[in-house]
Nanobody, 124 residues
Framework: EVQLVESGGGLVEPGGSLTLSCAVH????????MGWVRQAPGKEREGVAS????????NYADSVKGRFTISQDNAKNTVYLQLNSLSPEDTGMYYC?????????????????WGQGTQVTVSS
């Protein structure tokens, strides 16, 4: 059984930073694609970053490019999302997601496994 457990969310002031973690359990696929997806109140889910575990290829949504960084520690089975220069528009529930695929993009419907999410609130 695949389990994704997010942590690291919280309340942060505009301009601040957070680091989200996703502990990955039971995901034994050969071609591992991991993503971070967020959902703001009243809006659809948006893929913000993805990483292919085999070669660290990454993709970012234009809205976060240059501010967010996705990375992975294979030895710890953990994927991270570093969030910098946060604004209130970044507020939302952030989900870790996974799929078995060499193609590793941001389309949320492509992801098969999901965590429960961690809340990020950017407010002064």
């Amino acid at each position: 059984e695949v389990q994704l457990v997010e942590s690291g969310g919280g309340l942060v002031e505009p301009g601040g930073s957070l680091t989200l973690s996703c502990a990955v359990h039971g995901f034994t696929a050969i071609r591992k694609c991991m993503g971070w997806v967020r959902q703001a109140p009243g809006k659809e889910r948006e893929g913000v970053a993805s990483i292919y575990i085999g070669d660290d290829r990454t993709n970012y949504a234009d809205s976060v490019k240059g501010r967010f960084t996705i990375s992975q520690d294979n030895a710890k089975n953990t994927v991270y999302l570093q969030l910098n220069s946060l604004s209130p528009e970044d507020t939302g529930m952030y989900y870790c997601a996974a799929r078995e695929s060499f193609v590793c993009g941001l389309t949320t419907a492509d992801y098969k496994y999901w965590g429960q999410g961690t809340q990020v609130t950017v407010s002064s």
